[in-house]
């Protein structure tokens, strides 16, 4: 329940505090500092939900005006790598929300295996991801003085009416969009490397996870990101 | 709502199964991008995309369930201020036809 004894005295906050040491003195007790540690994260998951919606409303805007290209550079991406990347990024959000059940279950070991699987995953995503952007620089569909756009053909051998400026544009939007997704996958392996040290050396008990149930909800987020990013870069553009 | 700070988590089932369902989904979406529904493929991913996001929002991120309404509250008002900027922006480019 949510009857956060904001106004407890500093008595049993005294009490508490000997009680639990993870617990800081500017907390009645451990729930609401948790449901405050809770709250600020996801603040700052707005700030990251506004600041990748700035780029996915640039993308928009930018595929209603240039249908035809972004349509024909949209189907040079493999649907294939994407999929993959996307059953990869779901099973690792399960992993993380396993380890944030072990972590409060206090069962230590499972929970560093859940953390070490998790960051295993993300780093095939990231590989798989590399491979994509391999593809890209040796078919010159990176922006930039060397790029290229030709396949101006559709399954049927039907020509389209391409703008190579345009596709240009699009495989900007796919390299900012998916190389800040990218980013956030490495900080996010880096998040939970660290805490799988930290709860290997027990750090974390049943009274007191909040780091991992924070990375979680970062680790949640971007998965979500993606979650958006496949179908609009990957996928929508099949059948136009 | 949570009686207390240890029943904040589901069970390994529940969360097995709610993978599955997003994993199943994912199958789903890829499958219907090969078939042609004129303009309904975008529609039809974005909505499956949509129902993939809040699986995750409620059941991963313990949205559903969670002590503090406030965490509802802003998460809420993150999207809505995410539908402001997309539907305002579009509103905008979608109607310049006279250009």
Not at chain 1, 78 to 105: D, P, R
Not at chain 2, 20 to 30: D, H, M
Request: include cysteine; proline fraction near 3%.
């Amino acid at each position: 329940m949510s009857d956060s004894p904001v106004t407890a005295g500093s008595v049993t906050t005294m009490e508490h505090e000997a009680h639990n040491p993870a617990l800081l003195h500017h907390f009645s007790d451990a729930q609401q500092q948790k449901n405050a540690a809770s709250l600020g994260m996801w603040l700052f998951l707005v700030t990251e939900i506004m600041f990748f919606g700035g780029m996915f409303c640039a993308y928009l805007v930018y595929r209603v005006a240039h249908f035809n290209s972004f349509a024909a550079a949209s189907q040079q991406l493999s649907i294939g790598m994407g999929a993959f990347n996307t059953a990869v990024l779901i099973v690792s959000s399960v992993t993380v929300v396993l380890a944030v059940k072990a972590a409060e279950a206090g069962k230590r070991k499972l929970l560093v295996g859940y953390l070490v699987v998790t960051v295993l995953l993300g780093m095939t995503f990231l590989v798989v991801k590399g491979f994509e952007y391999r593809e890209k620089f040796e078919r010159h569909h990176v922006p930039g003085p060397t790029f290229k756009f030709t396949d101006t053909f559709d399954d049927n051998g039907k020509q389209i009416p391409v703008n190579p400026k345009e596709a240009e544009l699009f495989f900007s939007l796919y390299f900012a969009m998916t190389g800040m997704h990218a980013l956030h996958m490495i900080i996010g392996c880096g998040l939970f490397s660290v805490l799988a040290i930290f709860a290997w050396k027990g750090h974390y008990s049943p009274g007191y996870f909040t780091p991992i149930e924070n990375a979680g909800l970062y680790w949640h987020l971007v998965d979500i990101i993606w979650i958006y990013l496949f179908p609009l870069l990957y996928l929508i553009s099949r059948h136009s | 709502m949570s009686e207390h700070e240890e029943h904040t988590t589901h069970s390994q089932g529940f969360y097995l199964l709610i993978g599955a369902v997003l994993l199943v989904l994912t199958a789903t979406t890829v499958g219907a991008a090969f078939v042609n529904l004129g303009p309904f493929n975008p529609v039809v991913a974005l909505l499956i995309a949509t129902v993939k996001a809040t699986l995750v929002v409620l059941f991963f991120m313990h949205v559903k369930g969670a002590s503090e309404k406030l965490t509802g509250a802003v998460v809420v008002a993150g999207f809505f201020f995410l539908a402001i900027l997309l539907s305002l922006s579009l509103a905008d480019y979608l109607t310049r036809s006279w250009r």
